[in-house]
């Protein structure tokens, strides 16, 4: 005669129920967006008078804060600038310098600011992270500009590619 040990029964429901239980956890963070990698993208610009009375410089200040979960790899970012039907669109500077070895002082590591790195060619935004872009343009002094950044990167583990983008408009100085 079999003997049924109910407590067994009961510990291998109690598991499955359990698997299952986090099988659909995952599935609602998914669906929710736990994966959706999560930077925020902020452009301020400043404008200021040259010398010429045409134009004004546009200093144009792009932050990027990383959440609170894994890193990205930055790939792209790019301003642009867009006045009157003209626009103007700069690679910002996401680029890793390579370094060297200085043998004069011991083992210190000098940045080649000639160089972009080979191995790693692009900056990585860790948790928490925050980082300034800017560029110096120079615009009419007699129109408002809108000011655009868009930024391209993934995370370390995920297929996902994310891009973000922030946008402002400089109105002209008073004169």
Known sequence: M???DISEIVKN???VLAWALAAVYFIVKLVQGYLVIDLSVTVSPTRQHTNDPDL?????SVQLVRGDKGSIRMHDA???VRQSGDEQRTNLPIH??????????GPLLRLDF???SSRVPT???APGETVTLSECLKVRRDAPCVVEAFVLG???ASPVVGQWRASAVSLPLEH
């Open 56 to 60: 004004d410089y546009l200093v144009a």
């Open 114 to 116: 000639a160089k972009t």
């Open 13 to 15: 429901y109690a598991q």
């Open 123 to 125: 900056l990585n935004l």
């Open 154 to 156: 993934t995370g370390f």
């Open 78 to 80: 790019v301003l642009v």
């Open 96 to 105: 890793r310098f390579s370094f060297r070895r200085d043998g004069q002082f």
């Open 2 to 4: 079999l003997q049924v």
